[in-house]
């Protein structure tokens, strides 16, 4: 028995794709103005002017100029855009007939319900929430410092002779410099530990949504937010969550402080991980 791949149509807030459609004849690019039909000629001298057409017989229109992109688009509208000519289209040679696909057995989930209720991202929603935290508090803290050491500069400037101001001055701002690179690097660390713990999750996510889909014998699941209506024998978010649940109840977190992004030195022990601790 043959298996259908399995299509798991993106991850929410994480993947959004948008279609632009391109009309076949007789379309412009927005900000820049249609190219004018050209004016009929004037009929020669001595010459009858041609007879007007009936007024049952519409007067047929003139073919559309190929179209034309603007190189200026944001060029002010009382100057002329400069105008470049598209080449024509490709011919398209014709393919050969494929194979048909199968028919579609359709399933749906929602992957935001789904991350509620898996433990692993809890786990890692609670972690980094805590470093985060923490890292503003320090921040707030050394804010305070500086404040401090400026009013202090600021009291005691007319005691001090001008090379000691710009002694304390410059000690003041160099320590300032390297607070806010320390504070950069951290941040930094913590984002790369929450991207390797969705990682983890997302990973397994696409493997459990296959495995699920695949007991149920469908073939194209589909986001929720994407489908307009469907029952609920299509919905397999309750099934994938209690199954992401099983196969991962908790993910590796490098510890505090620890940066994943230099390869450790031969021989160096491994950065320990954070335990997710009982489960309640």
Not at 20 to 49: K, L, M, N
Not at 124 to 149: C, F, P, S, T, Y
Not at 203 to 209: C, K
Request: hydrophobic share 40%.
């Amino acid at each position: 028995m043959n298996r259908f791949s399995v299509v798991v149509a993106g991850f929410a807030a994480l993947l959004s794709c948008s279609v632009h459609q391109v009309a076949a004849q007789d379309y412009f690019i927005p900000g820049t103005p249609r190219p004018a039909a050209p004016a009929p000629s004037a009929p020669a001298q001595g010459r009858p002017a041609p007879a007007q057409r009936p007024a049952s017989q519409p007067a047929q229109r003139p073919a559309a100029p190929p179209p034309v992109v603007s190189a200026q688009p944001n060029q002010p509208d009382n100057e002329p855009a400069l105008q470049v000519q598209l080449p024509p289209v490709p011919e398209l040679p014709a393919l050969a007939r494929g194979a048909t696909p199968p028919a579609a057995v359709i399933g749906v989930i929602g992957v935001p319900e789904v991350m509620r209720a898996s433990a692993a991202a809890q786990m890692v929603d609670k972690v980094i929430g805590e470093r985060r935290e923490k890292l503003n508090e320090d921040a707030q803290k050394e804010q305070a410092a500086w404040r401090d050491l400026q009013q202090q500069l600021a009291n005691q400037r007319g005691t001090m002779s001008p090379e000691q101001i710009r002694t304390k001055e410059r000690e003041l701002q160099d320590r300032i410099t390297n607070a806010q690179k320390v504070f950069r690097d951290r941040n930094r660390v913590i984002q790369e530990a929450a991207q390797i713990g969705v990682g983890q999750i997302e990973r397994t996510l696409v493997a459990v949504i296959r495995q699920v889909s695949e007991s149920h014998g469908m073939n194209l699941v589909l986001h929720r937010a994407q489908v307009a209506l469907n029952i609920n024998e299509f919905d397999i978010t309750d099934q994938v969550a209690e199954q992401l649940n099983k196969v991962m109840p908790a993910v590796s977190i490098p510890a505090d402080g620890v940066s994943t992004v230099a390869a450790p030195a031969a021989g160096a022990p491994a950065a320990p991980a954070v335990s997710p601790g009982p489960r309640r």
